[in-house]
């Protein structure tokens, strides 16, 4: 079955701009979390999506936006573009609310901001 | 609060020696506890988990990780290393107070030498 699909895989976007990233989860999933990874600041969590409920955020300024359809698709949004927001974001998606960890990650989409 | 320990930022091991990545935690209840993998320019994949039961857990490629109550420890073994085993390797507990959130360790990086 199909993985975790996350696009674009790259991007480059320049200071102040803003940017939708995707992420489809395996079919059946109904949770998706997004983390960002930088190698300074290692994995962070960004937020986590339960049946288009948001269930977690983690500490990002408000640029930082999620959201989740009903066909639990997900899309995060960052607005107003830094330099430091340049990282890999990744979506992970779960069949229930991810109590047994049991995520599956997507390849990532490395943003790169100029 | 609820947090992980990767004491070791890299861990140098030559092909087929025994292997081990460390893992401490800190949790105010039960911890459930998990390791994943991460290869160059890919997301992270679930290796082992353990939530309850018997404290050696066996996963993917062959690794498996010990948990020990008393010095909240789960770390991760593999008898004999591979070259193919080099890769980025997280630990993560489950934070049962912060909905149920992951909460991540910064990484080891591990590298195998023919």
């Known amino acids: 079955k199909a993985g975790v699909t996350q696009t674009p895989r790259y991007l480059i976007k320049t200071r102040g701009q803003q940017v939708t990233l995707s992420c489809s989860p395996i079919?059946?999933?109904?949770?998706v979390s997004w983390y960002q990874q930088t190698p300074g600041q290692g994995l962070q969590f960004l937020f986590e999506y339960f049946s288009e409920t948001q269930r977690n955020k983690g500490n990002f300024p408000g640029r930082f936006s999620g959201r989740q359809f009903s066909n639990s698709r997900s899309e995060m949004n960052v607005s107003t573009l830094e330099l430091g927001d340049s990282a890999l974001y990744l979506c992970a998606s779960s069949l229930g609310q991810g109590v047994d960890g049991g995520y599956t990650f997507g390849s990532g989409t490395r943003l790169t901001v100029v | 609060a609820q947090s992980v320990a990767q004491p070791e930022d890299q861990v140098n091991v030559a092909e087929g020696n025994p292997l081990t990545v460390k893992c401490t935690y800190s949790?105010?209840?039960?911890?459930?506890l998990f390791w994943y993998v991460q290869y160059p320019n890919r997301g992270l994949q679930f290796l082992l988990k353990y939530i309850t039961g018997d404290n050696l857990v066996k996963g993917s490629y062959g690794f498996e990780a010990e948990f020990n109550k008393s010095q909240t420890s789960f770390h991760l073994k593999k008898p004999s290393a591979l070259v193919s085993d080099s890769a980025l390797y997280f630990c993560a507990v489950r934070d049962l107070d912060s909905n149920y959130q992951l909460i991540w360790g910064a990484g080891t990086k591990l590298i195998i030498k023919p």
């Open positions: 079919s059946g999933h109904r949770s």
């Open positions: 949790v105010s209840g039960n911890p459930y």
